[in-house]
């Protein structure tokens, strides 16, 4: 059993929560990301329930999710027999993925209904308010697509190999 978490980690696997929460997303998996941050250790399933005083059911589904979305990935730990997780090494790469995904989405969804519903006049303050979403959302991609190069180049500054 890993030791208990020091005020200091507590707290930040508290503000993991809220910011999860703030961006719509489930609290728990704010708590097992931050947790996972602050723990020089893998963790079982039963080792993050009890950290956080929690059921390990939605704990397992949650983790299952951050799982899929490469936040936290499935290693080696002390038994076997048990399934241990760590936060990914790409974790904030691949969380920024994931919002560039849905940046691109709210531009394809923005162009299709401009497509579908051009030339007609009942849709005129629609078709205003898409444009002014595609071009936003086109902005946004071409600012994610910047900071993507510039993130690759800091990360290889951070780990030696820039």
Known sequence: MPSPLTPSQRDLVHEFGSIYEQYGSQRLKGLLVGLLLVQPDPL????????LGRSKGPISTAVRDLSATGLVRKVDGANARRDYYAAHPDLFLN??????????????TAEQFLNEMDGDDAHAEALRNLDQMRAFYTLMESFYEDFAER????????????
């Not at 993130?151 to 820039?162: I, P």
């Open 44 to 51: 079982s399933l039963d080792d993050m329930a009890e950290l």
């Open 95 to 108: 969380n920024f993925k994931h919002n560039m995904a849905i940046v691109r989405k709210n531009r394809r």
């Open 151 to 162: 993130w690759e180049a800091e990360s290889a500054r951070l780990n030696g190999r820039g």
